[in-house]
């Protein structure tokens, strides 16, 4: 059985089971919640909630599906500007972009980099068994930074990412400030620990409260962190500038 296969069995279970509220993140997750029923809510986490269709209001969420919008893709581009300055002398960068879930505007970020004087590889990734491999590809071809555009795949693959791009010494940044203090180079974007800590139960809170779902907002983030772990930074020979430093929230040392 595919993981797909399971995801839907296990909606079908939990509706099975009459629960009060269904939590979920990921658009295959949310896709099998909403499939499975147009009546128990969904509290749902993925990128954008509005421009999936999921939803077609943020004030006023439509049929069983509220949640949370991440807006990791439209972070790519601020974290190619914050990798671009964070290793000196970058000429080539290259890029990981799950192919189920690529950014927004490929075009736009290549051309963002040619601004700065910096040649940008996109690698397209359908399987976790193809990073690897694509990193490899993209240090040979003499990229000297890496930026994990967002998508499901590559977080589900981030160890992997971490421990091979700090075998090959190749700075990398993340789309979650917790992938920084797993171990990563740097990661820019909103705490997913806090979202779903503080956002999402509360959103749940309301729901079991006898609210509706369209009277339960679709939350975004309101804060975003750079974290720069400077460990890593160390282990790779990569020298932070003292201005990016200053900027950044958290520094692990």
């Known amino acids: 059985m595919g993981c797909t296969d399971l995801v839907s069995q296990y909606a079908a279970e939990l509706v099975g089971a009459q629960v009060d509220v269904i939590a979920t993140g990921g658009e295959e997750a949310i896709r099998a919640a909403q499939q499975a029923t147009k009546t128990i809510p969904i509290v749902a986490l993925v990128d954008d909630l509005l421009a999936s269709g999921h939803v077609k209001s943020l004030a006023h969420p439509d049929g069983n599906t509220t949640g949370v919008s991440v807006l990791a893709v439209d972070l790519d581009g601020k974290r190619?500007?914050?990798l671009t300055e964070a290793v000196p002398g970058l000429r080539r960068m290259a890029a990981l972009a799950d192919?189920?879930?690529?950014?927004?505007?490929?075009?736009?970020?290549?051309?963002?980099?040619?601004?700065?004087?910096v040649e940008l590889?996109?690698?397209s990734i359908?399987?976790?068994?193809?990073?690897?491999?694509?990193?490899?590809?993209?240090?040979a071809s003499g990229a000297t930074a890496l930026n994990i555009l967002a998508g499901p795949l590559l977080w589900a693959n981030r160890q992997l990412i971490m421990d091979h791009t700090a075998d090959l010494r190749l700075p990398t940044i993340y789309e979650f400030p917790e992938m920084a203090e797993e171990g990563g180079f740097a990661a820019y974007g909103p705490?997913?620990?806090?979202?779903?800590?503080?956002?999402?139960p509360q959103q749940i809170i309301k729901l079991f409260k006898g609210a509706k779902v369209a009277d339960v907002p679709v939350q975004q983030p309101t804060k975003f962190e750079l974290v720069i772990n400077l460990k890593t930074a160390k282990a790779m020979g990569v020298t932070v500038t003292p201005a990016l430093l200053l900027r950044a929230d958290k520094l692990i040392e």
Do not use: C, M, P, T
Not at 99 to 117: S, Y
Not at 126 to 139: F, H, L, P, V
Not at 191 to 200: D, G, H, P, T, W
């Open 80 to 82: 190619q500007e914050i």
């Open 99 to 117: 192919i189920n879930k690529a950014a927004a505007n490929l075009d736009a970020l290549k051309e963002a980099a040619r601004v700065h004087n």
């Open 121 to 123: 590889a996109i690698y």
């Open 126 to 139: 359908a399987r976790g068994e193809e990073i690897a491999a694509a990193i490899d590809g993209a240090q």
């Open 191 to 200: 705490r997913l620990s806090q979202l779903f800590v503080e956002v999402i």
